[in-house]
């Protein structure tokens, strides 16, 4: 009986093993990569694709990225430099949306980890939120009574991005407490940590209504 067990932990082992030594042929090939995360906050399923364009600007009929997205789903990958023809799907296969987009990295020879980001619902917009204010009373729930009775929560919009097209959170917002969009805001942080958030609201949303939009949004988040 231990023999088979043997023989079976090391063919796990040998596969694993023929993994890693794949993966590191295939960064060596490809070069350091940018990551991506891909999300769909529609109510239909979608897919997206990334076509490698070559040097004479003719696509190379190969797919590097081919996520299909179910409704909340998130999918993240790591994506070689170059120019892409991107292309947004619909369930029954008919294109939605499509253009090009050049992969690019800060540091040539570093793998950027911090996501460039895009919904492939193709509807909404996306802002990042200094949420200080929510720290800045005896606790959550008072500013959030206070918000909901003035209208004014004190909350401040650092950046707008639309959400149709890659979009990247910069590094000084990223790095520090950071809720991502399906993320728990936290109870408490620490004196004078910076906390931000990403928040999405649809494009057609008056803007007159978009802060009290991202207070609804804060309240659902808080943990």
Not at 179 to 197: A, L, Q, T
Request: hydrophobic share 40%.
């Amino acid at each position: 009986m231990k023999k088979p067990f043997k023989i079976g932990c090391l063919v796990i082992f040998v596969i694993g093993l023929l993994l890693m030594i794949g993966q590191a042929i295939w960064v060596s090939k490809e070069g350091p990569t940018q990551a991506f995360t891909f999300l769909n906050s529609g109510g239909a399923t979608r897919s997206v694709t990334f076509e490698r364009i070559d040097k004479d600007g003719k696509p190379q009929d190969v797919y590097t990225i081919n996520n299909v997205m179910k409704t909340d789903q998130f999918i993240h990958n790591q994506i070689p430099v170059g120019d892409y023809k991107v292309s947004v799907w619909n369930a029954d296969k008919s294109l939605f949306k499509s253009f090009d987009f050049k992969v690019a990295l800060q540091d040539p020879e570093k793998t950027n980890h911090y996501p460039f980001r895009l919904d492939v619902a193709m509807d909404k917009m996306y802002t990042i939120v200094n949420m200080n204010a929510l720290y800045e009373g005896n606790s959550l729930a008072e500013f959030m009574s206070k918000a909901a009775g003035t209208k004014q929560s004190g909350i401040k919009f650092e950046k707008f991005y639309d959400g149709s097209v890659p979009f990247f959170v910069p590094e000084e917002y990223a790095a520090r407490t950071f809720v991502d969009v399906d993320g728990k805001i936290p109870s408490k942080v620490k004196y004078g940590e910076m906390v931000y958030g990403l928040f999405a609201f649809p494009k057609s949303l008056p803007k007159d209504q978009v802060e009290a939009e991202i207070v609804s949004q804060i309240a659902e988040k808080i943990k």
